[in-house]
Structure formats: C-alpha cells, structure tokens
C-alpha cells in the first residue's frame, strides 16, 4: 500500500453511519431516498431526527448503499489531522539536518511527540539535555520544561541554543538585559 497524490479539488471521504443499536418510536421509522425506502427493523434508530435526513438529503451528502443509508464524511469536515506513526516529512540517521551535537535529534521528530503528548503549559521533562533541542521546541509551542545533565558540553550547547533562539510569542522583559530577566506573556481574552 503506498502514498497517492489526490487529484486538485479532491474531497476524501468515509461513508458516515447513520445508525444506532437500539430502537425508538421516532427514530426507527424508515425514510425514503432516491426513490428507494430504508427501513431499519426492530433494533436499531437512525443518529439524526427525520429532519436532520432531510437535511442531509438536500446537501447532497446521503449516499444510498445496498442495504443501508449512510452520509458522506469529509475529511476536511473537521478541524483535526490524524498524527500517524507514518512521518515522511522527517528525516532519520545521518541526513537529519544542522545538528549542534552528535546524537541530536531531528527537531521535527521532537516537535511531533511534545505536540502528541502535552497540552501548552504542560511540563516536558528531558533527562538527558543533549544539545537542548527539546528545551527549545518545548519553548517553541507554549510548553513549559526542565531538563538534566552533567557535561559542560551539553550544557553550553544547550544554553547557546536558548539564548540566542527567538520564539515569536514572547516578547523580551528587558531588551538590555536579555531573557534572563524574563519574558512578557500574553493572555488571549476569552
């Protein structure tokens, strides 16, 4: 099975079910599509009342199926993107881009497992500090962080990183005195 390229104005989709287990007085009742009558039987209900079938009939969304009614379910129906474990757009072994270190991780690679793991301001603990590439994407997306080490190497290169990176949602305290003596934050207004 491999990646195809959907044509330009593509819609995917999934048939959408529109049943339910159990029966209802209302909910049960068949409905008729394209001229063809979809009844239930005794056990299950329709997801959506008679008017809401209707409604989806005059948006052109029903599909009529051999024995069943089901909807169209576009993909970009929904303001979400499936986070897959099929990551082409990262870069593995020797060809992962700048690193500052030898055994640093691609930042992509990082960026997606925080993104999977942790809500903004949710804690991202790094045991193992490294070049700090999680500190600095951890810092790139909201999320707060610690991390650990021992070397002076790991700790220059980290503390390198962080001082000299620009994280475009905060806004120096101090321009003179640099980040150590804070950032700005910002609240959205609910």
Known sequence: M???VLPDGARPFRYGPL?????????????????????????????VTAEGLKRLEKLGLL??????????????????????????????RF???DKAYV?????????????????????VLDPTYGSGITAYVAEQWGRRWMTVDVSRVQLALARQRLLTATFNWYALRDEKSGPANGFVYKRKKP
């Not at 909910?27 to 063809?36: C, D, Q, R």
């Not at 909807?71 to 990551?87: A, E, M, Q, T």
Request: proline content about 5%.
């Open 2 to 4: 491999g990646l195809s």
């Open 103 to 123: 055994v640093q991780t691609n930042a992509k690679i990082i960026q997606r497992c925080i993104l999977m793991t942790t809500d903004p301001g949710d804690l």
């Open 63 to 92: 599909i009529s199926r051999e024995y069943s009614l089901a909807y169209r379910l576009f993909l970009d129906s929904y303001p979400v993107v499936p986070i897959n474990n099929n990551w082409v757009d990262t870069k593995w």
């Open 19 to 47: 049943t339910s287990s159990g029966a209802s007085d209302e909910g049960s009742k068949p409905f008729t599509f394209a001229g063809k009558s979809y009844s239930l039987g005794l056990t299950n209900h329709w997801k």
């Open 95 to 97: 060809n992962t881009g």
